[in-house]
């Protein structure tokens, strides 16, 4: 029966230490990638600051006719939405029943009836 003798107060002292180790490694883990995200959020606005480029001025909706973009851009929504380029499914399961060594039955594990 000595070799189910355990020393509770060294196995607990194991598992603490363990547990120390693990926790610190992440804490670190946190502290490390918390500081790369600050560094590239800096870096991150000092590109964008200095590749923005000046945008051309929005012009305001007007309630008349749409411009020549705006009626192609409806035109091509309209053809897509409505036209045949999908596939038409005809929701039939088409599997056929196939002998290989994957499926057949003589190669199972459970095979009692010999």
Known sequence: ??????????????AGFCML???????????VLTVWGKVMAKQGAKQQVAAA?????VRAASAGE????EKAAIAAALYLFFG???DIE???ITMKDVQSPWNDKS?????LHR
């Open 53 to 57: 480029p000046v945008a051309a001025p």
């Open 107 to 111: 190669y199972g594990i459970n095979n």
């Open 1 to 14: 029966m000595e070799i189910l003798a355990i020393v509770w107060g060294e196995a607990f002292a194991f």
């Open 21 to 31: 180790v693990v926790f610190t490694v992440l804490t670190l883990l946190v502290g």
């Open 84 to 86: 045949n380029n999908h």
């Open 66 to 69: 749409p411009n020549e973009q």
């Open 90 to 92: 005809s929701y039939a």
